[in-house]
Nanobody
Framework: QVQLVESGGGLVQAGGSLRLSCAAS????????LGWFRQAPGKEREFVAA????????SYEDSMKGRFTISRDNTKNILYLQMIDLKPEDTAVYSC?????????????????WGQGTQVTVSS
């Protein structure tokens, strides 16, 4: 019954922008720390960003800080990832995840629920 569904991915030109959304059902996102991860073909899953339950605390992978912004709307039960100045190396499947632990984590193994992912492809 618990389900996280990402949307907003697609094909974009280098330097462009996308906003990803993660809509939750079967759980209240307000109870969870949330994160975005990505995985490119043939590569390991990579941390992108995380946000605390209240939305006041955030964490970013260094290479993405300043270009990506994570936010949440607990009332609407939606998590967002705003991405600007996209680069070809950002091409990956982006997944959202929910973590019931006390603090945010950059470790994918700590997250309890995952979405199916949405494809982001950045052309040069």
């Amino acid at each position: 019954q618990v389900q996280l569904v990402e949307s907003g991915g697609g094909l974009v030109q280098a330097g462009g922008s996308l906003r990803l959304s993660c809509a939750a059902s079967g759980l209240a996102l307000s109870r969870y720390n949330l994160g975005w991860f990505r995985q490119a073909p043939g590569k390991e899953r990579e941390f992108v960003a995380a946000i605390s339950r209240s939305g006041t605390g955030t964490s970013y992978e260094d290479s993405m800080k300043g270009r990506f912004t994570i936010s949440r709307d607990n009332t609407k039960n939606i998590l967002y990832l705003q991405m600007i100045d996209l680069k070809p190396e950002d091409t990956a499947v982006y997944s959202c995840a929910a973590d019931l632990a006390v603090f945010m984590s950059r470790d994918a193994g700590r997250y309890d629920y995952w979405g199916q992912g949405t494809q982001v492809t950045v052309s040069s």
